[in-house]
């Protein structure tokens, strides 16, 4: 199939580039690399239109049901230009500043609220993650407000907690390079609370330790110490 047919849908324009490079798309994947300009809005419309279908195979008339009239397109918007965002944009830019003052003591950055959604059932996640940084004369300082934003685009995306915090702490070290980085979640899944058990007071918790965190088991009981017990 030619992947510049007027009639071929974006999806599988977009899918066709990824298997070209060889990379993969998993739901928790970002392909920003693979969408061309304007690309974005005509997935939104295929979107839209395979959840027309959807609602129809659910026997939900649409036509002439007022409240679910729109909410294909509703839904489609929600999912492509909100609660998945971080699938199909690129990073948020991240100024550096280089340690001019040598800072080497442990800083912590959080709560920060986290939204994204779980994976097997597109259920909420909703949480709060702790981040602590060990710097040293060579890392790369960056704004409080940005770790918040790497964390919404990773979050972005369809996730499962524990893959979640890993790619968080990946792309923290590798914007910062410190000696090393420490991330705790603690968050509310509604696979659990909305469907299956329905227990509504469970939570996850998970941490990533990486470099001294791991080595020093003094500085990691102190960023635990300092962090709040509860949510």
């Known amino acids: 199939m030619n992947p510049d047919n007027e009639g071929t849908p974006v999806s599988v324009k977009i899918r066709e580039r990824i298997a070209a490079s060889r990379k993969r798309y998993f739901a928790n994947d970002n392909i920003a690399e ?12 295929e979107v839209a239109d395979k959840m027309k279908g959807v609602l129809s195979s659910m026997v939900i008339d649409t036509e002439n049901d007022h409240n679910t009239g729109d909410t294909a397109r509703r839904v489609a918007k929600m999912y492509v230009n909100e609660v998945f965002r971080g699938r199909y944009v690129e990073p948020p830019t991240i ?13 912590i950055v959080g709560p920060i609220t986290v939204r994204s959604a779980c994976s097997h059932h597109f259920c909420p996640v909703i949480g709060k993650i702790w981040i602590g940084v060990m710097p040293n004369e060579h890392t790369n300082v960056i704004g409080l407000s940005k770790y918040a934003r790497l964390a919404e685009w990773v979050m972005g995306r369809p996730q499962i907690q524990e ?8 792309l923290i070290m590798e914007k910062t390079q410190p000696d090393g980085l420490a991330i705790v979640m603690e968050a509310s899944h509604y696979c659990m609370a909305w469907r299956g ?4 007071d469970s939570k996850m918790i998970n941490s990533v330790m990486r470099g001294v965190f791991l080595k020093d088991s003094t500085l990691r009981r102190e960023f635990l110490s300092l962090i709040p017990k509860k949510v």
Request: aromatic share 6%; glycine share 6%.
């Open 34 to 45: 693979f969408i061309q300009p304007g690309e974005l809005e005509k997935l939104l419309d």
């Open 95 to 107: 100024t550096e500043f280089p340690n001019v003052g040598h800072l080497n003591e442990l800083m």
């Open 163 to 170: 893959e979640a915090v890993v790619q968080l702490a990946d």
């Open 197 to 200: 058990v329905k227990d509504m």
